[in-house]
């Protein structure tokens, strides 16, 4: 039975033992939302098998305790949220179940007990309105999830609707805290290794101009592809980034966007250069690898010449 918003409160207040239950790998739309209702109406959190990293990372910054696989018969109600197909839950639905989404599949709302679904930009925006229009406030912490999950499924308000702005200016004036803090909550930060790695290709590097552009080349024994993305947002135009791991020669490359729109293209140029020392490669237009054998720095000298005749 599809309900309206406004409806939610006299129908989850049927229930005294609820779950807010999240599909596998819950991101930060799943967890956000899951808090917010949890805190308003009642009811414990779940998720099926993990979190994603910022899913993990906003629950620590907002403290919501997310059980994993919980056993979803010991409660009379499971709302699933942000979730549109069983296979998302591992296919454990129990009889009784609710759904909250802004997917627009039709697989979880024939048998739900009740159902809200909107083609919103996130679940979080619905649930903002469930929570205004049953009389609800928010504290900092779910008003926080919220905007944390309307920031994640916007691609950081690229793809956001008029209504998705309207609900996060009222959520942040609600919350009280500033935008900042929000963004910092999805934030997952390099671990300690790769960013040795990119400081060390960044302290290696060979920088080459080739007229407009400039090319880097570098080594570094491991986290080669992060190392090479690290030295395109520096400022490289194309950065390739070789590490020797056993007897084989990795390469990894990027190039920006405006490298790759005026012809450079990596996926080839290191399939060239791999094939011509005994390997191969390929990936796509800007962000390739390649694994060879020879000296790191020949197969560097023999890319960069590659991209000086493709950047010509
Ligand atoms: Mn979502």
Redesign the pocket.
Known sequence: MRISEQQYGDHIGRYKNVLYLCHRNA?P??IGSSFALSQAFGGAIGAVDDLSRTGVSLANVIGACVRINPDVEDYDLVVVV?TSVGTQLGNRLPDNYALVD??LDEGLLNDALFYIQKPAK??AEIVWTILKENGKKVDRNAALGLLA?MIA?TGRFKRASPGAFLAAAEILDAGGFAYEEAQEALFVPANISQRIAVLKAASRAEVMRQGDWLVVCTTVNSFEGFAANALVDLGADVAFVAGRHGDTVRVSARCSREAARRGCNLAKLLGEVGKAYGGDGGGHRSAAALEAAGEPSAILEACRKKVAESLS
């Open positions: 991101d739309d799943a942000d802004h997917h996130s679940t999950g499924d």
